[in-house]
């Protein structure tokens, strides 16, 4: 198998590439995503289902 041709050492440094990758990239850009669905979706409503705030 190739998992077990790994040392030790390389397996250290592939889970903090890893690590790294995850907290770097992939966290900011899914909050990003997140926050910016979660506006998109409360600013459609705004203005094709309940109006704007204040309204009524």
């Known amino acids: 198998m190739y998992s077990d041709e790994i040392d030790d ?3 250290g440094r592939y889970e903090w ?5 995850i907290v770097v990239l992939l966290f900011p ?5 997140f ?3 979660y506006g998109f979706i409360v ?7 309940f109006g704007p ?4």
Do not use: C, E, N, Y
């Open 17 to 21: 590439r890893t690590f790294l990758f």
């Open 43 to 49: 600013w459609a409503l705004q203005v094709f289902v």
């Open 53 to 56: 705030p204040g309204h009524g």
């Open 35 to 37: 926050v910016s669905g």
């Open 29 to 33: 850009i899914l909050s990003v995503m």
């Open 9 to 11: 050492k390389d397996k």
